[in-house]
């Protein structure tokens, strides 16, 4: 599924610059509060969700080629994390959601 498509369905804080890229896709989702177990599990092109905020996020969200972080529970996004995901074309989006309901709605999308 297209990232543009689901960040207009989601409707959710984006708290990165988006450039609109109509080739980005997302195959599937990883839910995952452990930074170990991302790298361990999550699949090229996964949608992570996460409580985590710190920058250590988007270093993982590279390593794995992860092209979008979602934050739930209204976590706290530190002012250094958006401004790495900025530098390495990571899209970072915040919800007010719960995990399980975030997870909810990206299996209704199809995902």
Not at 15 to 27: G, K, M
Request: proline residues 1%; contains cysteine.
């Amino acid at each position: 599924m297209k990232i543009n498509e689901i960040i207009n369905k989601l409707n959710y804080e984006l708290l990165t610059n988006f450039q609109i890229n109509e080739n980005l896709e997302a195959n599937g989702v990883y839910i995952s509060d452990l930074l170990s177990d991302v790298i361990g599990n999550a699949q090229k092109g996964n949608i992570w969700v996460t409580l985590q905020g710190h920058i250590n996020i988007v270093a993982v969200a590279v390593l794995k080629e992860l092209p979008l972080i979602i934050i739930s529970k209204n976590g706290t996004v530190e002012e250094n994390t958006i401004q790495k995901a900025n530098e390495e074309d990571i899209i970072l989006l915040k919800s007010q959601d719960l995990t399980y309901q975030i997870a909810c709605k990206l299996y209704k999308l199809g995902l």
